[in-house]
C-alpha cells in the first residue's frame, strides 16, 4: 500500500523526513489527531474495493483524493448502489451519500459534488476524460515520432528482449524507482531515437515515462483541498447549497475558474436506465476471445466478467461450482451459444459494483 | 370503464414493476424476455464472498433459481458441523425474498424441526438492496448468537434459556443423528 517517500515531502505537509517509509494514511492520521483536539481519524490500510457496503453505510459524506479512473468509477458506482428509491421510485435521501472528488494536475485541478442519482455522477461524464496516454504498438515499432515513443519501446520491447543486461538481471522487473534500471532505459531509448532522428529524449522524461509521474504542486492542491473541504462544510451544516456540480480550475496563466452542471445522462451505465450497448464480433470469437475483449474494451475495462443471458449461464467465474460447470464454454465458439441479436448480461464485481450491463451481440464474419 | 380496485391493482403493478426495472437495472423496452430475477442473481453471485461462493451448488446452472448452501459455522455450539440449506428464489427477486430451508435437522431456537428458520430479513425486515451475501451471513449469525427471546422451535428456547447446559447436549445429540431430546 501507499507508503510516504522522500519526493512526497515537499508537498505533502502532514509528513517529514522521519515519517519515510510509513504507512501514508496512518501518518497523516496521527498528525490530525495530534494537532486538532476533538478530532478523531481513523487510518485504514487496503484498496478501497475491500472495505463492504457496511463500511460505507457508515458515513454521512465521502470526499475522495484518488489518484486514478478505476478507482472514482469504483467509488461512484458503490456510492450510487447504496442509495436506495421508495417504492414510488423516489431517492429515499437517508440512504444517499454526497460523494465530493477533486484531481490535480499539475496547474489545473476539479472539484466536483455528486449527490447519488439526483445530480450527475462520475459515470455520466465519462466520455469528457481526455484519451489515455497509450501508443500502438505499430507506432511504437515502425513510425515513432515523439521521445515517449522510444522510451515507451524500450520499455515495452528491449527491455524483455536484452538478456544481458549491464548490473541487471535477466529476470528484473523494470523498477521506475531504480536509477540503475532509468539509466539503462536511458541510454537505449537514446540511441532509438538518434536512430529515427527524433529529440527530447532526457533522463527526467524517461523518469517520468516509466513511473507516470502526473505533475503536483502544493497551491495546485492546497485549492482543490480547500474547495472540497467547503463542499463537505456546506453539506454537512446546510449553511449554503452545495457546488452544483463541477468545478474546474486553471492555473496555468493566471488563474481562471469555472463552475457549471454536468447533465445526468439518461443512459448513464451506473445512475441511469441504459439502454442495450452493441457489439459486433466475428463468429469464430471464442467466449474466452471475448472476455479478453470486455478488459480491454475502453467501455467496460471488465478484467473478470460474468456472463449470462435470458435461461443460460455462459460463463460465471465466482462460484466454484458454477465456474467448473460453465469452464467447458470457454473454449467454444461464441457463436455456437450466443445467437445472433441475443442480449448478454455482463457483470463485473470488481470494476463496476452492482452494474449490470446489456449488451446486444451480432455476428460479422472478418 | 375499469373499477376502481382495478385500476388501483393495475397501479400497483406497473410500480412493482418499475421498482424492478431500478433495482435490476433492467430496461423495460418491452422486449425483456429474461426473468426479472436473473440479472439481480447474476450480480449477487459475482459479488458472493468466497467462503459462501465456495459451498454453494446449484443443479441447474442456467437458470440460477435454486441453489444449496453448505454452511459450517466457525464457532459457536454448532462449530464446523456442516448445515445444508436449501434456498429457492421466487422470479420476484429481489422485490421478494428467497425462500430458504434447513435442510440439516437441528436444534435450535430459529429453526423448527420441518427446517423452518426465523430470520428477519428473510421475511419482515426483508429489502431488495439485501442480496445472497446478506442472507448467507444473516443464516451464519443464527448459529453465532441463536435468539431465544424471538423463538420459532419455543421448546428449545426455553431450554437454551433456563438450562444451557441441556441445551448444548440435546443440540450435540442432534448433531450425532441422535434426535432424543434428553
Known amino acids: ?366 | 370503464m375499469i373499477g376502481f380496485k382495478q385500476k388501483k391493482k393495475l397501479e400497483q403493478e406497473q410500480k412493482t414493476q418499475q421498482a424492478t426495472a431500478s433495482v435490476t437495472g433492467i430496461v423495460s423496452g418491452g422486449e425483456v424476455r429474461k426473468k426479472g430475477y436473473e440479472i439481480r442473481v447474476q450480480k449477487d453471485l459475482d459479488e458472493l464472498e468466497p467462503k459462501w461462493s465456495d459451498n454453494l451448488k446449484t443443479e441447474n446452472v442456467d437458470l440460477l433459481n435454486h441453489f444449496t448452501l453448505t454452511l459450517s459455522p466457525d464457532e459457536g455450539i454448532w462449530k464446523n458441523h456442516a448445515h445444508v440449506f436449501d434456498i429457492s428464489v421466487p422470479d420476484e427477486y429481489p422485490i421478494k425474498p428467497p425462500k430458504v430451508l434447513c435442510k440439516t435437522k437441528v436444534y435450535h431456537p430459529n429453526i423448527d424441526q420441518e427446517g423452518h428458520i426465523c430470520l428477519n430479513i428473510l421475511r419482515e425486515d426483508w429489502k431488495p438492496v439485501l442480496n445472497l451475501n446478506a442472507i448467507f451471513t444473516g443464516l451464519h449469525f443464527l448459529f453465532l448468537e441463536p435468539n431465544p427471546s424471538d423463538p420459532l422451535d419455543t421448546e428449545a428456547a426455553n431450554v437454551y434459556e433456563k438450562d444451557y447446559d441441556k441445551f448444548k447436549r440435546i443440540a450435540n445429540n442432534y448433531m450425532r443423528g441422535n434426535y432424543s431430546k434428553y
Open chain 1, 1 to 366: 500500500m501507499d507508503t510516504i517517500d522522500t519526493s512526497n515531502l515537499n508537498r505533502q505537509f502532514l509528513f517529514r523526513d522521519k515519517d519515510v517509509g510509513k504507512s501514508k494514511s496512518q501518518t497523516a492520521a496521527d498528525f490530525v489527531n495530534d494537532r486538532v483536539p476533538g478530532v478523531e481519524v481513523t487510518a485504514h490500510m487496503c484498496a478501497i474495493q475491500e472495505k463492504d457496503d457496511a463500511f460505507y453505510k457508515s458515513f454521512n459524506i465521502v470526499i475522495c483524493g484518488l489518484d486514478s479512473v478505476e478507482a472514482r468509477r469504483w467509488i461512484n458506482s458503490q456510492l450510487i448502489s447504496l442509495c436506495e428509491r421508495d417504492e414510488s421510485g423516489e431517492v429515499d435521501l437517508s440512504t444517499m451519500i454526497p460523494y465530493i472528488d477533486g484531481g490535480t494536475e499539475g496547474f489545473k485541478g476539479q472539484a466536483r459534488v455528486i449527490l447519488p442519482r439526483m445530480t450527475s455522477c462520475y459515470e455520466c461524464t465519462l466520455d469528457l476524460l481526455p484519451p489515455q496516454v497509450t501508443y500502438p504498438m505499430c507506432t511504437l515499432a515502425s513510425t515513432p515520432r515523439l521521445p515517449e515513443h522510444c522510451i515507451e519501446y524500450v520499455l515495452e520491447k528491449t527491455w524483455s528482449e536484452t538478456s544481458n543486461k549491464e548490473d541487471i538481471g535477466d529476470d528484473e522487473k523494470v523498477d521506475g524507482d531504480n536509477p540503475v534500471h532509468i539509466k539503462w532505459i536511458f541510454a537505449k531509448a537514446s540511441e532509438r531515437a538518434n536512430q529515427f532522428g527524433i529529440r527530447g529524449v532526457t533522463y527526467r522524461l524517461t523518469q517520468g515515462v516509466v513511473k507516470h509521474i502526473i505533475p503536483a504542486i502544493a497551491s495546485t492542491n492546497a485549492i482543490i483541498a480547500s474547495a472540497c473541504t467547503n463542499e463537505a462544510l456546506k453539506l454537512a451544516t446546510l449553511c449554503s447549497s452545495s457546488m452544483d456540480d463541477y468545478m474546474l480550475y486553471n492555473g496555468n496563466e493566471g488563474i481562471y475558474t469555472y463552475t457549471y452542471r454536468n447533465e445526468k445522462r439518461a443512459a448513464c451505465p451506473v445512475c441511469g436506465t441504459p439502454p442495450p450497448v452493441q457489439m459486433t464480433i466475428s463468429p469464430d470469437t471464442t467466449v474466452e476471445q471475448y472476455r479478453e475483449s470486455l478488459a480491454e474494451d475502453p467501455r467496460f475495462l471488465f478484467k473478470n466478467a460474468s456472463l449470462r443471458m435470458a435461461g443460460k449461464t455462459i460463463y460465471l467465474p465466482n462460484v466454484k461450482m458454477i465456474e467448473e460447470a460453465t469452464r467447458p464454454n470457454l473454449a467454444k465458439k461464441m457463436s455456437e451459444l450466443v445467437p445472433d441479436g441475443a442480449e448478454l448480461i455482463v457483470t463485473d464485481h470488481r470494476a463496476y459494483k452492482g452494474i449490470a450491463i446489456s449488451v446486444k451481440i451480432s455476428y460479422k464474419k472478418e
